[in-house]
């Protein structure tokens, strides 16, 4: 069951964070560069392809306790949270 919801709020975590890099993307680099902004789809790709790129899994990423992977999961959605909101006031003065 513990794996089952862990595997839930990853694929949320992966679906809002892919939301917000679509976000940011489509307010600076495509009105800055000129670029044809992403949709939902493309952001979605071009994160997880990042992700694959960037990523290091080692043993010790999934022998980590219940309370680990909430703290971690809490923290990568209020870093999503704040970077949203952050180029939310930002694209507000462009």
Do not use: C
């Not at 917000?20 to 997880?48: D, H, T």
């Not at 790129?53 to 306790?65: L, N, V």
């Not at 309370?67 to 909101?85: D, I, P, R, W, Y």
């Amino acid at each position: 069951m513990a794996k089952t919801i862990d595997m839930f709020v990853s694929v949320a975590l992966a679906f809002f964070s892919s939301y917000v890099f679509m976000r940011l993307f489509n307010w600076f680099p495509s009105e800055i560069f000129g670029i044809n902004p992403l949709n939902y789809a493309e952001a979605f790709g071009l994160s997880l392809f990042l992700g694959y790129i960037m990523m290091k899994a080692t043993k010790e990423q999934f022998e980590t306790s219940d309370e680990e992977k909430l703290t971690l999961t809490l923290t990568m959605v209020v870093a999503n949270l704040f970077m949203l909101g952050s180029g939310a006031i930002v694209h507000s003065f462009m």
